[in-house]
């Protein structure tokens, strides 16, 4: 009996605007010769993905044909990202335990966008966690610091309550941006000084961070520290939402179709919704990931085992010393 070629009824849905306009938004897979869910449209979907170098993980499948509109900016950093919320030990929740950790701070200014203040832990085994985080634009210095100190703060303009740094006192060491270094905030007496400084006033020490290579970072993360998801190297906590928000985001500056078949894709970030993920930058530049080996799995050689051997052409089979003693 021959496949029942059928159009996918969900990829139609109509909505009215708030100026009582009827908006039609149609998915390609409406047309029954392109339903992926028919033989026919599978076709169809083989084909048309050809042209586009990530299949249908593609930034410019997903705008153009999968009606993602923010999807435009490029290949995403850390294309598993969705599974890895769902199902990895990269992401951690409850009270952490810190016996023998060190503990670390690492801030990105902004005051028109957010400035982000975050506490890592680098715990035995050269684990390292991201476990706090501050997050929000509008926050004048002085607030900030008094958050950083581990007090709560209200602010008098918006009347938004934040937490303290439950961490408080416990950094070694407060890296930052680089460029609040920069004495480029005029005084009231007319003189020059540094969005650091104003921090040092208030109480905040910060040590200058390393702007810059983001690919480098990306690459410790997903090589290094990612290479396997359930035994991660870095964790981050479930608290951190806006870091997570962001890492999620995450794109590759893209060039034309046109431009790859001369130039390689170039390494650059895209420079947006990122001031969590500089302030991460700052404190793994400070202190590099060195080479984690992770360990092999070991199989016992049961009967199974070797059945199973037995079966595998002759060309993948390895050699194997049997054991006896045991």
Request: proline share 5%.
């Amino acid at each position: 009996m021959a496949e029942k070629i059928l159009p996918n009824k969900k990829a139609m849905t109509l909505r009215t605007t708030s100026g009582n306009l009827t908006v039609c938004r149609l998915h390609y897979a409406a047309d029954e010769t392109k339903n992926p869910s028919n033989a026919v449209g599978r076709r169809w979907l083989k084909q048309a993905i050809s042209g586009y170098q990530n299949g249908v993980s593609d930034p410019r499948w997903l705008k153009e044909m999968e009606i993602q509109y923010g999807a435009g900016g490029g290949q995403k950093v850390f294309p598993d990202w969705h599974k890895w919320l769902k199902s990895s030990n990269i992401f951690i929740d409850g009270k952490v335990d810190l016996t023998n950790a060190k503990l670390y701070g690492s801030y990105d200014h902004g005051y028109a966008s957010p400035a982000c203040y975050l506490v890592h832990a680098v715990l035995p085994g050269d684990i390292r966690q991201t476990i706090w985080e501050f997050y929000d634009e509008g926050v004048e210095v002085p607030m900030i610091a008094e958050i950083i100190k581990g007090y709560d703060a209200t602010s008098a303009k918006t009347g938004k309550r934040y937490k303290g740094n439950p961490y408080a006192g416990r950094e070694v060491l407060k890296v930052c941006d680089p460029e609040i270094m920069r004495e480029n905030q005029v005084m009231a007496r007319g003189t020059n000084k540094s969005v650091a400084y104003l921090f040092r006033q208030h109480g905040v020490i910060f040590q200058p961070g390393l702007r810059g290579d983001d690919g480098t970072v990306a690459s410790w993360l997903t090589g290094n520290l990612w290479l396997d998801p359930m035994m991660p190297g870095y964790q981050i906590h479930r608290d951190c939402r806006n870091l997570i928000w962001e890492m999620g985001m995450l794109q590759r500056a893209q060039i034309s179709q046109h431009a790859a078949k001369f130039k390689n894709q170039p390494e650059q970030l895209i420079d947006k919704d990122n001031h969590a993920w500089d302030a991460v930058k700052y404190w793994l530049r400070r202190f590099p990931v060195g080479v984690r080996i992770i360990p092999e799995k070991k199989q016992e050689a049961d009967f199974t085992f070797w059945m199973n051997l037995d079966k595998q052409p002759s060309k993948l089979k390895k050699s194997y010393v049997r054991d006896f003693a045991r």
